[in-house]
Nanobody, 116 residues
């Protein structure tokens, strides 16, 4: 079993920064891809950013230049540095890992609220 624990969400004003963390624990063989997704009320869950084992990153257009994803494979942890936050970034942010043997796992989500 694999558990994901997210942290770092909160309430802040537009223009501010937050850093989300997601740590995976349990029986883990190899994590291929780690990523962040978000879901605003009444909307679908959207990809924010992903990072592969070799460090290749993918970003949604709406966060390019503002958010940075990184990972520490020794700690099975993925981070999302969010700068220049906007009210439209308000959502529940979920981390997801793709593990080589067992497939995908999701975190419980962490709320990010950006006020104008």
């Amino acid at each position: 079993q694999v558990q994901l624990v997210e942290s770092g969400g909160g309430l802040l004003q537009a223009g501010g920064s937050l850093r989300l963390s997601c740590a995976a624990s349990g029986t883990i063989f190899t994590i291929k891809t780690m990523g962040w997704y978000r879901q605003a009320p009444g909307k679908q869950r959207d990809l924010v950013a992903t990072i592969t084992r070799d460090g290749t990153t993918v970003y949604a257009d709406f966060v390019k230049g503002r958010f940075t994803i990184s990972r520490d494979s020794t700690k099975n942890t993925v981070y999302l540095q969010m700068d220049s936050l906007k009210p439209e970034d308000t959502a529940v942010y979920y981390c997801k890992i793709s593990e080589a043997v067992r497939g995908d796992y999701w975190g419980q989500g962490t709320q990010v609220t950006v006020s104008s």
